[in-house]
């Protein structure tokens, strides 16, 4: 069984540029959630894909957003990249339904200067 | 709105000690209950899980009951061993089921 993979593994920025991150959701599994990860803190929920629709946000600005793909793959998208934006982002894929498990990849580490 | 508090670390311990990292909630209803643990340079794993009142979660040698009345989801482990020194998150789903509501995270060193 593929779990969830991630790239790139490390990602370095200047601010005001845009990135993009990828997510392989693992196998049979169609719901792709993002999370920000601020060093020592826990993870924040950033936004939810389920049939290539969003299907809940949480407090994050309109510049980061979003793609599911038919393959339930995923992107993240982050324009105008500011310094605060420099965390671990984690990708998180589970089975449809409320209250399914969510399985994590191991993350992006962006870093903005 | 939904939250959940975790006791502070780092929590350093000897080698077979007791462990328990406490925490506690604020929800709506009653929702499932997560621990994720987080080793260095990596994600969350999935550790245990409730999702009702009076559930216990266990994996590993780790244990966490669902207590409703006190709104609390401690974690436990009777001998702990080096290789569980990590980051440990405790978590809830909110309202709508579509988003995990973790704490600050707990730091847990173990030492031989």
């Known amino acids: 069984e593929t779990g969830v993979t991630q790239s790139p593994t490390h990602l370095i920025k200047t601010r005001g540029q845009q990135v993009t991150l990828r997510c392989s959701s693992q196998?049979?599994?169609?719901?792709v959630s993002w999370y920000q990860q601020a060093l020592g803190q826990g993870p924040q929920f950033i936004f939810q894909y389920y049939r290539e629709e969003e299907n809940g946000r949480g407090n994050f600005p309109p510049r980061f957003s979003g793609l599911q793909f038919p393959n339930y793959s995923s992107e993240l998208n982050v324009n105008a990249l500011e310094l605060d934006d420099s965390a671990l982002y984690l990708c998180?894929?589970?089975?449809?339904?409320?209250?399914?498990?969510?399985?994590f990849g191991n993350g992006t580490r962006l870093t903005v200067t | 709105g939904d939250s959940v508090t975790q006791m502070e670390g780092p929590v350093t311990l000897s080698e077979e000690a007791f462990l328990t990292i406490n925490c506690t909630y604020t929800?709506?209803?009653?929702?499932?209950l997560f621990w994720y643990v987080q080793y260095p340079g990596e994600g969350l794993q999935l550790l245990l899980k409730?999702?009702?009142?009076?559930d216990k979660g266990s994996n590993k040698g780790f244990e966490a009951t669902y207590r409703k009345e006190t709104t609390s989801f401690h974690l436990e482990k009777g001998s702990v061993q080096v290789s569980d020194s990590a980051v440990y998150f405790c978590a809830l789903f909110n309202q709508a089921g579509t988003a995990l509501i973790f704490g600050k995270g707990t730091t847990l060193s173990v030492s031989s």
């Open positions: 196998s049979g599994h169609n719901t």
């Open positions: 998180a894929s589970s089975l449809p339904g409320d209250n399914s498990p969510l399985h």
């Open positions: 409730a999702t009702k009142a009076d």
């Open positions: 929800a709506t209803g009653y929702p499932s």
